[in-house]
């Protein structure tokens, strides 16, 4: 019988969701297509950067900075009210101080990209 459990060093969870309370709707829809997906037939067994296996909450206690650290990647749900969440910003501020930058990933589902920095340029001209 194989272990569910991780080997030290490796990644409990391949993803971790982090989602503005107001977007919960997305982050919940987001959890559901990344568990169902099922690898094509023709990657099965070949080597990958990303996966599948979600968690999420809304506190940012030692149970997210354990999620957070034990994860592959982080995936933000981008918007407008994400943009103003602090909890989303220390998830992502906790996750690159942990050398995950690089494996952070934006799925925007309001908003422009960069729209508060454009606000900013022009409020300053």
Avoid: N
């Avoid at 933000?76 to 943009?83: E, K, N, Q, Y």
């Avoid at 942990?98 to 606000?119: H, K, N, Y």
């Amino acid at each position: 019988m194989q272990s569910a459990l991780p080997s030290p060093g490796e990644p409990r969870y391949q993803a971790f969701i982090s989602y503005s309370h107001s977007d919960r709707q997305w982050g919940e829809r987001l959890h559901r297509w990344l568990e169902s997906y099922r690898i094509p037939e023709r990657l099965v067994g070949t080597m990958g950067k990303h996966g599948a296996r979600v968690p999420s909450s809304s506190d940012l206690g030692q149970e997210i900075k354990t999620a957070l650290a034990g994860s592959r990647t982080l995936i933000v749900v981008c918007s407008p009210r994400s943009a103003r969440s602090e909890w989303v910003e220390e998830e992502i501020f906790q996750f690159k101080r942990l050398g995950g930058e690089e494996r952070t990933f934006g799925l925007i589902v309001e908003g422009e990209p960069f729209a508060s920095e454009d606000s900013e340029a022009q409020g300053s001209r």
